[in-house]
């Protein structure tokens, strides 16, 4: 069985979800060259609501054939009268076949007692309306007018014109039929591919907004652990048997003493450290300058300290938070200075000692206060 054009192209619209604005009129271009061969039609265009100022409903253009200043077409005047053919198939409903009384009437001579409707055999109609703005001096023999439908509502006109006089066939009704059918479902499709485009836009503003913003890694933060060559052996090892233990799935650890990439050492600590999002910095080493063992800070630490200490708003692009651990009896660094006062404020877990040795129960009262800082660490989404 032979399917028609018009059949054809209601197939499509029906199958077609999002139209793109350059594939929409290719397909008018398409409507117009079938038209313009079967029927001998020269303008087709189509006319979509809108409102005026909220009150006077008007008919408003659109397509290819309306570049230029075009008006809109007032639906009816103040007094509610209907001013054109096209708000008479818009108010009404009704398709509409219009040609004169006399076989070379020109429509846009708007005598309007001599219009004869040959679809719905309506009497009375306004006059026609030609679109300001539009080049074309030819006469208007023929007009068709076809209401475009959502659900049951009118929402548009789709206008075929000729300077012929055309006489109504089924099959010419028919097609423009499904044509007009077609039309509006594929330009409610290109609706939807604009819609859908700007909530795409809109979206990615967002995903690149959250991308701006600090957000959580997937990979295990690391934690740096900062220490003098001279740092108590004890307590290194306690720190990372405690992280060992409860926290190795929730840290990587970074020690400077642990890495073996070859090339300048301290090049590599500032690497790693500018990338840690945690530390701990144990300040104290041992001293034996007077004879005794002695602990004081040690000038490196405190510097690691600083760089941490400095990242630690989450305004900053790689923020940090960091637990200072120092030896109760340090005596401050090599020149007997105590630790600056923004890195004290912060909550220090203290090394006690009992004749140089750490004794058991405060070895679990300093386990304890790392694993209750570390706790709270975990708890950071930076």
Not at 217 to 222: F, I
Not at 307 to 317: D, E, P, V
Request: aromatic share 8%; with cysteine; charged share 30%.
């Amino acid at each position: 069985m032979d399917q028609s054009f018009g059949k054809t192209l209601l197939h499509f619209s029906y199958a077609c979800d999002l139209v793109d604005e350059a594939t929409f009129e290719r397909i008018r271009d398409l409507i117009l060259d079938y038209t313009k061969r079967v029927l001998e039609i020269e303008n087709n265009r189509f006319l979509i609501e809108g409102e005026k100022q909220g009150k006077i409903k008007v008919l408003l253009p659109y397509g290819s054939a309306t570049e230029g200043n075009y008006q809109v077409i007032a639906v009816k005047n103040a007094n509610g009268r209907i001013m054109s053919l096209a708000g008479y198939a818009y108010i009404h409903n009704v398709p509409l076949w219009v040609v004169g009384a006399e076989k070379n009437h020109d429509l846009r001579k708007r005598k309007t007692t001599n219009l004869r409707d040959l679809w719905s055999n309506k009497k009375g109609l306004p006059g026609y309306w030609f679109p300001e703005g539009a080049d074309s001096k030819k006469p208007i023999g023929t007009c068709v007018l076809i209401p475009m439908r959502r659900d049951g509502k009118v929402i548009g006109v789709q206008i075929f014109e000729t300077e012929k006089r055309l006489d109504i066939t089924q099959g010419a009704k028919d097609e423009l039929g499904a044509i007009a059918i077609a039309t509006y479902h594929i330009y409610q499709a290109k609706l939807d591919y604009k819609k859908r485009m700007k909530d795409t836009d809109q979206a990615f503003k967002h995903l690149d907004e959250i991308l701006k913003n600090p957000i959580p890694k997937l990979t295990k933060p690391k934690i740096f652990l900062a220490s003098s060559f001279k740092a108590d052996k004890e307590v290194i090892s306690i720190i990372k048997e405690v992280i060992k233990e409860g926290y190795q799935d929730k840290f990587d650890l970074i020690h400077w003493k642990d890495m073996k990439r070859p090339g300048n050492i301290h090049v590599q600590l500032l690497e790693e450290l500018s990338q840690c999002r945690f530390g701990i910095c144990y300040f104290s080493e041992i001293s034996q300058e007077s004879g005794e063992i002695q602990y004081k800070d040690n000038a490196n630490v405190l510097f690691e300290a600083g760089m941490l200490h400095g990242r630690s708003a989450n305004t900053t692009k790689n923020p940090a938070n960091w637990i200072p651990i120092r030896e109760e009896s340090s005596i401050g660094n090599q020149n007997n200075e105590t630790i600056p006062f923004d890195l004290y404020s912060e909550r220090m877990i203290t090394v006690k000692r009992a004749k140089g040795k750490i004794k058991k129960v405060v070895k679990r009262a300093f386990i304890k206060g790392l694993r209750e800082s570390l706790d709270e660490m975990v708890k950071l989404k930076v």
